[in-house]
């Protein structure tokens, strides 16, 4: 007999009464995403980690040895499911990230590792794959696909094919490609993009979207008729409702630093559109949102908050989700044969998780995690990852120019938007002074960096950045950095950028504030240049001297560390730095930082 057949065996038996049920939770009010009802008086038996029966009356199947839950009420939710994130975004390993979000309900993550890829390739992922088959909840890894993100714009730590997607999609574990960002190449056709989407597919796999562009015209149907299902670049009603027409699913994402779902939302709730097709993630929480405001809980509470329907906001994060990656046989709902994976609340406006059964198991109540999480050991070479040629000095950040003395220059500036991954593409006037061009406070003008720190090139590429508004001498540095993650670093003082840049290589990597000449922030990441195995409450705290760091500098953005680390993805509009140079990304090309 085959471990299947054992299993809906089991179930047959629980079911039955025949057999007695592991668990069974009695008296709950049962969240029927399947048909959109909330049945009272509901008992569910579970057996193997399934659930065998769902019905009015469980007692067949308690034995002696079954363990009782006494629901008294309480509302019977599927597990919350993220449907796109990036752990390394959290700044832990995949198992504390797990540790912070189990126990507020999420049961399952959909996570794109193409950080840790940009540093380190397919064994970084590698990495990931084995860590996530370890946890007591479900943690599916999509193939990351853009490695580089965009060829030609930047270099990555290392770099991956049409050969490594198709290697890792026999691997367990990975339940499809990561979000394809070189959207210019698939509408190009460019062969890499789409031998590594139709290795995708052969394997009948989901095809993650990444349309980073507001343009709805021929060359977004020429991305989805390449073949991506998902998307959660869309900012606009508009671009979800398009999403929807052309198959696609909508990803709304709720995040640390993107606010997307308020004005998309309306497609549902002002524009009517059928919601069956729309999904909530959160791309991505830093470790202090984690801790302190929470995950998918997070996102629901703020879906109901826009106007959505309570059921249908669950239904975005529980079966639209499992449905998209062709898990609904297995998760999503309450329902025989899918995991136990089941969350108890009170109240579904302000959901908070009291109890969170995964696989069967109880693994958290009240906020506390009931089980041990398992202890995981990294190589050396993943804690060695920042090669810098050598100490950096101040005169390696001093923008040079051509211009006569005194003379006014036209600048391309990168423009932050708060609470957004796209940046303004800002024309500035700047001043020479002694053949170079500083950092003009008053105009809220800082320097931006972008240090090569995989090839120990020693290349250090300077440009301009508005919108941190620092109003002292400071500089904030990261090696997170997307999508290649070098070493990216602000500021208004050349020599607090060295000490910034110098200090980041000591530690492994991490983010840091530097003002005048002093430390005031760091957060280590020593794993990658991207991610600490300590604890998300511990990370959050050291992150939140970074935080403390950019408001003692004048800067008042929300989260602005995420805003930074972005600064550098050449594949969002419209301005970027990279190792090689400034880059338009709405014509994906380089121009000069000055126009001397």
């Known amino acids: 007999m085959t471990s299947s057949t054992k299993l809906t065996r089991s179930l047959v038996d629980v079911a039955m009464g025949r057999a007695p049920a592991d668990l069974v939770i009695r008296g709950g009010k049962w969240v029927s995403v399947q048909s959109g009802e909330i049945i009272p008086n509901t008992d569910i038996a579970v057996v193997n980690g399934h659930i065998a029966f769902v019905g009015s009356d469980a007692s067949h199947t308690i034995g002696k040895k079954t363990q009782v839950i006494e629901a008294k009420g309480r509302f019977l939710v599927p597990g919350l499911l993220d449907a796109h994130m990036h752990v390394e975004s959290g700044m832990v390993t995949v198992t504390e990230f797990v540790r912070a979000v189990a126990v507020r309900g999420t049961t399952g993550m959909f996570i794109d590792p193409h950080e840790i890829a940009n540093v380190f390739g397919l064994k970084g992922v590698k990495l990931m794959v084995d860590e996530a088959q370890k946890q007591p909840i479900h943690v599916w890894v999509q193939m990351p696909s853009c490695v580089p993100s965009a060829p030609g714009l930047e270099t990555p730590g290392s770099s991956i094919g049409p050969k490594e997607v198709t290697e890792a999609m026999k691997w367990k574990g990975i339940i499809g490609l990561g979000e394809m960002m070189n959207f210019p190449g698939v509408f190009m056709s460019d062969k890499k993009m789409l031998d590594e989407m139709s290795a995708t597919h052969a394997a009948g796999k989901t095809i993650g979207g990444h349309y980073a562009s507001p343009d709805l015209g021929l060359p977004f149907h020429g991305y989805v008729a390449g073949g991506a299902e998902d998307d959660h670049e869309g900012t606009r009603v508009d671009d979800a409702i398009a999403r929807v027409r052309q198959g696609m699913k909508p990803m709304l994402r709720y995040g640390s630093s993107w606010f997307d779902v308020a004005a998309q939302v309306k497609a549902i709730t002002e524009r009517k559109i059928d919601p069956r097709r729309f999904i909530l993630c959160t791309d991505d929480s830093h470790a202090e949102t984690l ?53 108890l609340v009170s109240d579904l406006m302000k959901f908070k998780a009291e109890m969170v059964i995964a696989k069967g198991q109880v693994i958290a109540e009240n906020g506390e995690l009931l089980v041990d999480l398992p202890s995981v050991k990294y190589p050396s070479w993943v804690t060695k990852s920042v090669h810098l040629k050598k100490a950096l000095k101040a005169q390696d950040f001093i923008l040079r120019t051509r211009a006569v003395d005194g003379s006014e220059v036209d600048a391309h500036v990168i423009g932050v938007i708060e609470n957004q991954a796209p940046t303004r593409h800002l024309r500035m006037k700047v001043k020479a002074e002694n053949g170079e061009v500083k950092s003009d406070l008053k105009h809220d003008l800082a320097k931006i960096a972008l240090v090569e720190r995989h090839l120990a090139t020693g290349k250090v590429t300077v440009g301009l950045v508005n919108g941190f508004e620092f109003t002292r001498k400071c500089a904030i540095g990261s090696t997170v950095a997307h999508d290649s993650h070098h070493m990216i670093v602000v500021g208004t003082d050349d020599e607090n950028m060295a000490i910034a840049a110098n200090e980041l290589a000591k530690c492994g990597g991490g983010q840091i504030v530097v003002m005048n000449g002093e430390v005031i922030g760091l957060v280590d990441l020593p794993i990658a240049g991207l991610m600490s195995n300590e604890r998300a409450d511990v990370v959050a705290k050291k992150a939140g001297t970074v935080l403390e760091g950019f408001k003692a500098c004048g800067c008042e953005l929300n989260n602005p560390n995420m805003q930074l680390s972005l600064l550098a993805l050449v594949v969002i509009p419209e301005l970027r730095i990279s190792d090689l140079g400034l880059v338009d990304v709405t014509k994906f090309d380089f121009i000069p930082v000055l126009e001397d």
């Open 291 to 343: 801790t302190q405001e929470g995950h998918m809980d997070r996102v629901l509470r703020h879906a109901i908050s826009e106007g959505l329907n309570p059921m249908t906001a669950i239904q975005m994060m529980t079966i639209n989700s499992a449905e998209h990656f062709g898990l609904s046989k297995e998760m999503g709902m309450i329902a025989p044969g899918r995991w136990a994976d089941i969350v």
